[in-house]
């Protein structure tokens, strides 16, 4: 089981934390990525991040400004979003490596 939490509302610049919470798995041996849906759009890829945490790969119009990271002692996966933009608003959701399970999402919106 995936829930995705934190987004909120936001102004443009600003930072937000979005959180994931897993079981159910081998949360440790997973490697775990999010997504994102913004609104009127396809599912749009964000982050990867390998089951360890060392290494991460990032869509192109966040890298530098997402970070996505892991706590494999509390099943827990991380996105700090900083230098937020409008075009960020998204329902963000994490997704399970090896079996594409989808958690629910969280709604982050970037005012301007």
């Known amino acids: 089981q995936l829930q995705a939490y934190g987004g909120g509302l936001v102004q443009a610049g600003g930072s937000l934390r979005l959180s994931c919470a897993a079981s159910?798995?081998?949360?440790?041996?997973?490697?775990m990525t999010w997504f994102r849906q913004r609104p009127g759009k396809g599912p749009e890829w964000v982050s990867t991040?390998?089951?360890?945490?060392?290494?991460?790969g990032y869509l192109a119009s966040v890298k530098g400004r997402f970070t996505a990271s892991r706590d494999n002692t509390r099943n827990t996966l991380y996105l700090q979003m900083s230098s937020l933009k409008p075009e960020d608003t998204a329902v963000y959701y994490c997704?399970?490596?090896?079996?594409?399970?989808r958690g629910q999402g969280t709604l982050v919106t970037v005012s301007s």
């Open positions: 159910g798995f081998t949360f440790s041996a997973t490697p």
């Open positions: 997704v399970n490596g090896h079996t594409n399970q």
């Open positions: 991040i390998n089951s360890g945490g060392g290494t991460a």
